[in-house]
């Protein structure tokens, strides 16, 4: 049930641009994503709707592909602080499934 | 101050002591979640709530229960901890199922 995120882990450099993508093996109506630093608490980024609807941050784009079940996160010109785990979540019925996880380290 | 608060932050306990772990919010929300995760992995759902009377199990209910006191506040119990469940712990809550979660600071619980 749980969301398969690639790649487990990028390192960018500042500036670089990186791709985080999500897949799930049930059909998917809302796409969830979460950035965590280190020992906090997991911090919205942006919800993906079915029929296009995107409500988030203004900064981060993402795709997603229902017929596909995937979402993809798309990280440009980054910069240290976006440094953390990004997380893909969904809900299915009425549970909530988030992903394997992705390590992001942005270096000077 | 913030949304949703969870007390205590930090907690180290023996093999088969019963613990409470509460969460509390002032986002006015109706759904509540509790959430485990263990180092270096995602978060995995205990317990969610819709509201007061609507309490469901979620992927790894076995071992916890929790309590649903009023709209704010949801706790988790460990009726007797074992240490394969030490983890971290967030407590979240969202208007509804496409909106997105609130979460707390987190309770690291150690059991030894």
């Known amino acids: 049930q749980q969301p398969v995120q690639s790649p487990q882990a990028v390192i960018l450099r500042e500036g670089e641009d990186a791709v985080i993508n999500c897949s799930s093996s049930k059909a998917l109506y809302s796409v969830h994503w979460y950035r965590q630093k280190h020992g906090e608490a997991p911090v919205f980024l942006m919800i993906l709707l079915k029929g296009g609807e995107q409500k988030g941050h203004d900064k981060i784009s993402a795709s997603f592909n229902e017929k596909k079940q995937q979402s993809s996160l798309y990280l440009t010109a980054s910069q240290l602080s976006y440094s953390g785990t990004y997380f893909c979540g969904t809900p299915t019925g009425n549970q909530f499934y988030f992903g394997t996880g992705t390590s992001l380290t942005v270096i000077p | 101050d913030a949304d949703v608060t969870q007390t205590p932050r930090n907690r180290i306990t023996k093999t088969g002591k019963r613990i409470m772990l509460e969460c509390s919010q002032t986002?006015?929300?109706?759904?509540m979640y509790w959430y485990r995760q263990d180092p270096g992995l995602g978060l995995q759902l205990i317990y969610y709530?819709?509201?007061?009377?609507?309490?469901n199990k979620g992927e790894i209910s076995d071992g916890y229960s929790v309590s649903r006191q009023a709209q704010a506040k949801f706790s988790l119990s460990l009726e007797s901890a074992i240490p394969n469940q030490t983890a971290l712990y967030f407590c979240?809550?969202?208007?509804?199922?496409?909106?997105?979660?609130?979460f707390g600071p987190g309770t690291r619980l150690t059991v030894l």
């Open positions: 986002k006015g929300h109706d759904r």
């Open positions: 979240a809550t969202s208007a509804g199922g496409t909106d997105e979660q609130f």
């Open positions: 709530s819709f509201d007061v009377k609507d309490i």
